[in-house]
């Protein structure tokens, strides 16, 4: 059964600094997905990664996929406010097209 | 972008009750998706739906819950009897493009059962 584990749960940094925040997935797949999610809000596509190797930067946040290390980080550059959301990675099955998603990265960015 | 539209948005109910929760989906899309949230919480699959089947559901998707395509654009998602656990947003989701591009994700309904 594929489990996601994100890390760290919770995260509080100041502006201006640097961060990275973890997805390790236990069976194989090399289709990862991340998201953002405002309080109360839906989820917003950031990233797709679907292979090996693979890294997309957009702004700020950088995503990178190892398929061997069943690992995806997300990198956070000079931290802005407008950061501060939750991020959830989400893997899909193999032989599945449905995602399950790791337990979510709760930023807050300080002035 | 385009969108994935779900009503209502906020819908409360009293414990036992039906509830009937809407999506309107990316149109020529054969893949649709529902997930839940219990607030605070990460989120979960539901059911996958394709070319008007299931093709693949949780086991949180017990018989209490159903859904359909009704007229092929809506895609709905039945609660028959609702307890206070089945408090949570409910999303559902249509593939962006080609199956693994993404999903987008429709806007949510917050349902609170009472």
């Known amino acids: 059964e594929l489990k996601v584990e994100q890390n760290p749960l919770f995260l509080s940094m100041q502006e201006g600094k640097n961060y990275t925040i973890y997805c390790n997935y236990s069976t194989t797949s090399d289709r990862l997905y991340w998201y953002r999610q405002d309080p109360g809000k839906s989820l917003e596509s950031l990233f797709v990664?679907?292979?090996?190797?693979a890294v997309k930067q957009e702004g700020r946040l950088m995503a990178s996929l190892d398929t061997k290390a069943r690992l995806s980080t997300l990198h956070i550059t000079a931290a802005v406010h407008d950061l501060s959301a939750t991020y959830f990675c989400a893997v899909e099955g193999s032989g599945t097209y449905k995602y399950i998603f790791g337990t979510g990265t709760r930023l807050k960015v300080l002035a | 972008e385009p969108e994935v539209t779900q009503t209502p948005s906020h819908q409360v109910t009293q414990m036992g009750q039906e509830v009937i929760l809407r999506c309107v989906p990316i149109?020529?899309?054969?893949?649709f998706y529902w997930y839940r949230q219990i607030l605070g919480q990460k989120v979960e699959f539901l059911v996958s739906f394709y070319n008007n089947e299931i093709s693949e559901k949780s086991e949180i998707f017990d018989d209490q819950f159903s859904v359909e395509r009704p007229d092929g654009s809506n895609f709905t998602l039945k609660i028959r009897s609702t307890k206070l656990e089945d408090s949570a947003m409910y999303f559902c989701a249509s593939p962006k493009g080609a199956a693994n591009y993404g999903y987008t994700f429709g806007s949510g309904t917050r349902l609170t059962v009472v």
């Open positions: 990664l679907l292979s090996n190797g």
């Open positions: 149109s020529n899309h054969l893949y």
